[in-house]
């Protein structure tokens, strides 16, 4: 076919079929330009619509990570068998050192549970986890959040924490039926009440699409230093008190920022921490509910 | 054309394979790769795929099917609404308009042709995650996940020819 001439049918079609499409083409641009709108405005039949659409594709994405995965795991068993040896040695030592904070652990805590028990102390709020796999990545340098495979079915809800063993990762902010998003703590619109562990001072965790999220808010006079450990304060009442966060990474000109626990790169599980500020009495610790 | 009932479903199966691909190019740029770094400069497979099927057949990819595209990364990927859709429909439109510059041209060319678009769209992006943020963000990102894209493009257009063949010939 000549594309340079046309026939006589097409060179009356052609044009009038360019002007219908290129109206749809502004149309739907313009309906674009609403939706970003709506979607800065929290209305709720937005938040409807991305939780549909990630419940039905979670199954897909779910499949389709599994190879992904797969690969994953025999690269990384191949990269441990080289390092058999010295990872032995690392252990051996590092078995020995944490014997003894066992012990220590094991003493603390039997002396807390007597303290608190003379104090009739009030639990640190009741807690329970699901562990969630991560099936989608926020895409682009602009977005730091992850699509998780459970949702309110599993008792996923807004506003939860999701950490690893190692960490925070952030806290809940979309959460479908089988499906949930996670915010995390280095995206820009997270914030987080933390403190830090220290000092006692409180502040807020503030995200800014960097890897090193920043403190902010902090009370006057208070003495930040590199190497020290901040975890969450649990004011607010939705995230429990003591998750580890980072440690302070840099402290320069009055900006703060926060080396995160979290090993980014491999995230892989996350645990969505259901929390209840005002537990009944006699609970106490974390126990899984559900494992998907 | 009139067949019967699979012969129908068939060729109609096969008119929306350049939707299809685009949804699973999509998905395909959401899964969770665990390379450092890698997930701040995901290629834009996406754009590439609505790239191809601009070119070689935009009835069956009408504008509203890119806008749906656009939608579903924007969900899975967590971007604001529409800020993809935008930059998708944008690219497309560019690429419509100048197909026929498109045919008949050597791979090199072509892909300098999408190179453009690319940068006008990585360009447009980082834009509009500025000004829907309110925040600036560093380019740097942005320029890697653009080099990226134009590194992955003659691997995804292989792949696209092939199953061009699949796509019924236009009448």
Known sequence: MDYRRPGLIARIAVPFRGAAQRFALGFLVLASFVLIFLGKTDVVVMERARTAVTDVVTPILETLAEPVSAVNRGLDHLGQLAALYDENQRLRQEVARLRSWHGVALRLEAENKSFREMLAYRGAGRRSFVSARVIADGRGPFVKSVLVNTGRRDGVEKGQAAATPLGLVGRVSESGARSARILMITDLNSRIPVLVEESRARAILAGDNSERPQLVFLPDGSRVTVGQRVVTSGHGGALPYGIPVGVVSAVTGGIIRIRPFVDWERLEYVQIIEYDAAPPPSSEGAAPKAVR | ?171
């Open chain 2, 1 to 171: 054309m009139k067949g019967g009932f699979w012969q129908n479903l068939d060729l109609w199966a096969r008119r929306c394979l350049p939707a299809v691909f685009c949804l699973f190019f999509v998905l395909l740029s959401v899964l969770p790769i665990p390379i450092p770094g890698y997930s701040s400069i995901v290629p834009m497979l996406t754009l590439a795929c609505i790239f191809f099927w601009a070119i070689h057949h935009p009835r069956l990819l009408p504008p509203l099917v890119v806008f749906a595209v656009g939608l579903v990364e924007d969900i899975l990927s967590g971007a604001p609404m529409g800020a993809g859709a935008v930059v998708l429909l944008l690219a497309y439109g560019v690429t419509v308009s100048q197909r026929r510059f498109f045919h008949n041209r050597s791979f090199l060319q072509v892909w300098t042709g999408f190179g453009i678009v690319a940068l006008g769209a990585a360009a447009l992006s980082w834009l509009m995650a500025v000004i829907v943020s309110g925040a600036f963000a560093p380019p740097q990102a942005a320029f890697f996940q653009y080099l990226l894209t134009l590194a992955v493009y003659p691997l995804v257009t292989w792949v696209l020819h092939r199953a061009q063949r699949l796509v019924p010939v236009e009448v």
